[in-house]
């Protein structure tokens, strides 16, 4: 006898989480279909009564993460490339998994291999649910070539139907995704290698050369004219990362640029600030010209460095989501005052101070 088929509950978010929080399952929109929602210290894994396996495909759960920040944190990662990574790719149709030393822990989705899983899919509404508490997240057309992405939360309601010995399935009010125009996640494992910090277990919407393109780390100092502070800086920098001064990860590309707030651009950097940067053993190109600031430097930018408050202002003005990653030069909130129209001895203390700051800065940020 066939059993009913689930039955399916259209909820808000707020009834969806009360939903987890009573051991049901929801079914939720990913990236290229719909899945199974649970919470794994109130219910048990819907596992399915017959599971097929394949070596190229990982296993079928995973965290469910809200953001970038919160998956990097559920996979415990310090690496750069890594963390790296993460925040380029998420949310997006990517899986990531590690190597986890662990065992026994009820907050990590780990497969049969001892990778953890974690994930954070595009649908907004999904991803909230993972804000408050540890949801795992079930997609089965993960589990074999043979059977496609649920198309929708009915599909996803009439396999948890055949699948599993009994359900309790919601539905979470979300526009469907479109499955039959989506390809499948790729699943990425992240690894410890230097040079290798990834690899690709199996390929979906995003490609391996897409993934590689996004190793690059972007620094952007930001001054006035873009003619002294930021120039200098922008050499120094360089030239610390170049020399080797600085420890960084070997699979990650760092850029360094420098920009003006009020500059049309196409000036010359001051003689003065070449002279400094020559007594401190740093070249600059000569036929440098000062850049104007543009919301896309900005928004290509990982980490902003103002010299002053009134440049961290113009920054945070022109694009307010760099509030985590743009902040004065100076870790303790001083400013770098302008030298120009002063002796040569103000540019050479000038240099010699973001020389400093810089070598900071850039272990802060770049250390593997």
Known sequence: MDKPAAELRPVDLERARCALDEGSLVAAPLDAGFGLLWRPDVAS???????????????????????AEDLSLALQLTRLAHRLLVRRLCPGPVCFARRWPATGDEE???????????????PPASRRLAESCTVFVHEPAWTSKKHPPLAD????????????????????DEPTPRASAAAPPTHIELLDEPETPFCVLAQGAVDERYIRSQLVWRILFVCTGNTCRSPMAEAIATHLLTAGTVPCDP???????????????????????????????????PHKRSTALTRSLLAEADRVYAMTPSHLEAVLAMDPT??????????AGKAV?????GPQSLYDSTAARLASLIAQRLQEDLSP
């Open 108 to 122: 990590a989705a780990v497969d049969a291999q001892g990778r953890a899983w974690a994930r954070s899919p595009s």
């Open 153 to 172: 939360a009915e599909a996803a309601a009439a396999w948890a139907t055949q699948q599993l010995n009994e359900v309790d399935v919601v539905q979470l």
């Open 337 to 341: 005052p302008d030298p120009v129209g």
């Open 45 to 67: 894994p819907p596992l399915p009564l017959e599971q097929e396996t394949s070596a190229a495909i990982p296993q079928n759960t995973a965290r469910l993460a809200a953001d």
């Open 251 to 285: 699979a990650v590309q760092v850029e360094v640029h420098s920009a003006g707030v009020a500059t049309l651009g196409g000036a010359p950097v001051s003689p003065e600030a070449v002279e400094a940067l020559r007594k401190q053993g740093v070249a600059i190109d």
């Open 322 to 331: 760099l509030a985590d990653r743009a902040t004065l030069l100076d870790p």
